[in-house]
């Protein structure tokens, strides 16, 4: 992969070499970077595609103002760099329509959307510039990694600053950090932010892009959490108003809606054609994506090819400390942790295990109440692990073989099961796990 991923770079280095640079040729550079044809740009940016096409064969001596700020804005590019006065692709400052004022554009959870190195997470974070853009960047690497008072610490500041892409994403993360610290309030606090700042981005007059970014964060909190969120929009209709690595985090959240309505092959469809169609590293979407088609996998029975997707994931996630994802999903995947980490990497399982003990409490105790829900608060990892696979229609004898351990110690954890729910026979159990 690394060889591929080189010589993808040589390639790329020669095109920008002997390719003439004009604003045409920047626009079809950017345009091939970010996987959108010249018409999608041209409705993007509210003009004919024959406008685009004129600049691109470098009809019109001068570029609208209007319409190189436009392009400079959905590239999040300087304008310099599209009339090819500089090569550094540095986001541009831009002016707030409705009072005149400079303000910056932020990229929305940057580091989720961004395509970096494995093993390159915290160079990419120190290469950035903007002191802001860098903190919370920061706050999501230590969300991803487990770090949670370090989260809630850098986002904590950001929560009603004026900029709305950097406050509904330090919501995001602090309302999900403080699930893990056991903050129920504080997550509470967190949640009732982020359906106020959806109400106001879906006012008319804000831009499509803050639009679509309210509805990704509205769907990812509603899916990933199981409340209700409001009246949010279908993703599908804002997906394509996304970059690419977003573009990715926004796939993971409706193929983990269609796991959710048992539509598995559907879901795992979704994943297998977001991971063939693109050529980058995208470290923390491709996490999640290879997570949720292990998931897939493993309620179709196809128990080899959810382990793949899961020491894909696992591969990713290790060098940079991005386990979170991993203990996040426990119950989902169904004994894989056991499975592929336990005896290999036993250091690294207890890291994800913790991980799994206080998210999971956490989020009971928000989603009982709030959902009229009742799932299992007081079984053990390995306990749940059994009673997802037992409720999923295993016999003691399949998970013993999954799980490498004897019929016998399936029957004890299955008699440990049935007393701590108070419940005599599987069929009972289907009220107290996961969906």
């Known amino acids: 992969m690394l060889n591929g991923l080189q010589r993808a770079g040589e390639r790329k280095i ?42 691109i064969k470098g009809e019109t001596r001068t570029i609208n103002s209007d319409i190189l700020m436009a392009v400079a804005r959905e590239f999040e590019v300087s304008t310099d760099y599209i009339l090819g006065v500089e090569n550094r692709k540095r986001e541009i400052s831009g002016e707030d329509t409705k009072g005149g004022k400079e303000s910056k554009f932020y990229t929305p959870m940057l580091l989720m959307s961004s395509s970096f190195p494995i093993g390159g997470c915290i160079d990419f974070i120190e290469a950035l510039q903007d002191k802001d853009e860098k903190k919370m960047a920061y706050a999501e690497y230590y969300y991803f990694s487990g770090q949670h008072e370090k989260a809630v610490a850098y986002t904590e500041c950001y929560l009603d600053c004026e900029n709305v892409m950097l406050k509904m994403s330090a919501c995001l993360i602090y309302t999900f950090a403080n699930l893990s610290l056991n903050h129920i309030n504080s997550a509470r606090m967190g949640l009732d932010r982020l359906r106020e700042h959806l109400a106001k981005v879906m006012d008319e007059q804000a831009d499509i892009r ?6 990704f964060v509205a769907s990812a909190a509603h ?20 970059k690419k690595g977003k573009q990715l985090w926004g796939a993971y959240v409706l193929a983990h809606r269609a796991y959710l309505n048992k539509e598995y092959e559907r879901s795992l469809g979704i994943v297998e054609a977001c991971l063939m169609t693109t050529k980058e590293i995208y470290p923390i ?71 799994t003990y206080k998210f999971s409490f956490g989020w009971r105790r928000i989603h009982n109440p709030d959902s009229k829900g009742d799932v299992a608060d007081n079984l053990t990892t390995t306990e749940f692990t059994i009673a997802m696979l037992a409720n999923r229609g295993w016999s003691n004898q399949e998970i013993a073989d999954y799980l490498q351990i004897t019929h016998r110690t399936v029957k004890q954890h299955m008699t ?7 419940i005599s026979n599987r069929k009972q159990l289907k009220d107290y796990m996961l969906r």
């Not at 040729?25 to 096409?53: F, H, V, W």
């Not at 979170?324 to 995947?333: D, S, T």
């Not at 894989?336 to 036993?346: G, N």
């Open 285 to 355: 979407s491709m996490i999640y994506l290879n997570l949720v088609a292990a998931i897939d996998a493993m309620n179709l029975m196809q128990i080899e090819q959810a382990k793949r997707y899961f020491m894909k994931a696992w591969e990713i996630a290790k060098p940079d400390n991005l386990i979170e994802g991993i203990g996040e999903h426990h119950g989902l995947l169904q004994g894989l942790i056991e499975t592929c980490l336990k005896r290999d990497y036993p250091e690294d399982y207890q890291k994800i295990i913790a991980i």
């Open 14 to 55: 020669m095109t920008e070499e002997t390719r003439e640079i004009t604003p045409g040729n920047r626009i079809i550079e950017l345009c091939e970077e970010n996987q959108i044809s010249q018409r999608e740009l041209a409705r993007r940016i509210g003009i004919t595609p024959s406008q685009i096409s004129r600049i």
């Open 210 to 215: 803050t639009r679509a970014f309210g509805v």
């Open 223 to 242: 899916t990933l959490l199981h409340l209700p969120m409001g009246d949010i929009p279908p993703l599908s209709d804002y997906i394509g108003e996304f």
């Open 416 to 422: 440990c099961i049935f007393n701590k729910l108070n």
